[in-house]
């Protein structure tokens, strides 16, 4: 894993979401262990460790699939929340501004560019 371009990935997508973006963490699923952030949110990192691990486990047990790539969650105060779920291993969340947001752009050009480039980065030795 390479830790520069992890926190690269962050600034690209933040980049993209032009103004939108709030706080981004990626995160080991496993353990909770934040690994780059804009704006990190250790409180917000542990909650959704714990939810995410309650609700595969949850999901699996009543015979549901799985969490796919990502969870988009509307949320009060005109925000919004991703999680993007990457092999099951680590976990990406970002708090967005809804007013500064456009879906289409958040859908269909920056969550792609910034999967990519977090895949590059995961898979890249340092």
Do not use: C, H
């Not at 991703?82 to 859908?107: I, M, P, T």
């Amino acid at each position: 894993m390479n830790i520069k371009r992890l926190k690269d990935s962050i600034a690209l997508f933040k980049k993209e979401l032009d103004g939108a973006l709030i706080s981004s963490d990626i995160w080991d699923k496993a353990n909770g262990l934040s690994i780059a952030s804009y704006n990190p949110n250790e409180k917000y990192v542990a909650l959704f460790t714990r939810l995410m691990n309650n609700m595969d486990r949850d999901l699996e047990t009543i015979g549901f699939s799985a969490f796919g790539e990502y969870q988009l969650t509307d949320l009060e105060e005109d925000t919004m929340l991703l999680v993007v779920n990457f092999k099951g291993v680590y976990l990406w969340g970002s708090l967005l501004d809804k007013a500064k947001l456009s879906l289409g752009r958040l859908l269909f050009i920056a969550m792609p560019k910034a999967q990519e480039s977090l895949k590059l980065a995961i898979n890249d030795i340092e």
